[in-house]
Every structure is written in structure tokens, then in C-alpha cells.
Nanobody, 120 residues
């Protein structure tokens, strides 16, 4: 019904930048909140950033000033611009969308994840 697909992950050197994209597809009327999470082995999944319909955002302290979340409501896409990357940013990054309104109800959907590796 609704799918989220992340892209843009890969290998980047410390101090470099990447932009992750999340494409939501399906019979979507609207999406209330889009979020980016990340997870490394042995750790709990961490909320990195979120953006609501009106454009309000929140960031984890560890990424404030370096990451920027944005969205394109017309396309139902979200983006995570990651600058000044550090090795500790290495993780699988997941896109998540909450409050997805469809003709069949309201859904919460996760993407499959994309790996970001920050290493020299």
C-alpha cells in the first residue's frame, strides 16, 4: 500500500557530506511527520531528526548544526543533508513516516535502511 525507500548512503570521508533521500509511494493523501533514525550494532535505534507537516523540526543533540532534515510534500519525499560527518555517524539510516493518511486509514511505515559509513 505504502512504501518508503531510502537512497544516498555510502562511504564518505570524515568531514564530508551526504544527502539521504526517502521516497514515499502509494495511495498517500498526506503525511504528518517524517523522521530519520539510525542504528549501529549493539545500540538502540536512535531518532536523528524529524520534520512535521508545517516544517517544524527536531534534531538529536549529536547532529545539531550538522544535519538538516527537509521534505517535499508534493512528492512525499524527505531528505537528510548530512555535513561535517564524523566516524560516529556511521550507521544504518532509516526513514520513517507517521500519520500517513490513505483511503484505507492512517499508517506508520519504515524504510529498509541505507548504510552510511564515515571512514578515511
Amino acid at each position: 500500500q505504502v512504501q518508503l525507500v531510502e537512497s544516498g548512503g555510502g562511504l564518505v570521508q570524515p568531514g564530508g557530506s551526504l544527502r539521504l533521500s526517502c521516497a514515499a509511494s502509494g495511495s498517500i493523501l498526506s503525511i504528518n511527520v517524517m523522521r530519520w533514525y539510525r542504528q549501529t550494532p549493539g545500540k538502540e535505534r536512535e531518532l536523528v531528526a524529524l520534520i512535521a507537516t508545517g516544517g517544524s523540526t527536531n534534531y538529536a543533540d549529536s547532529v545539531k548544526g550538522r544535519f538538516t532534515i527537509s521534505r517535499d510534500n508534493a512528492k512525499n519525499w524527505s531528505y537528510l543533508q548530512m555535513n561535517s560527518l564524523k566516524p560516529e555517524d556511521t550507521a544504518v539510516y532509516y526513514c520513517q513516516a507517521g500519520g500517513i493518511r490513505t483511503m484505507r486509514g492512517v499508517l506508520e511505515v519504515w524504510g529498509q535502511g541505507t548504510l552510511v559509513t564515515v571512514s578515511s
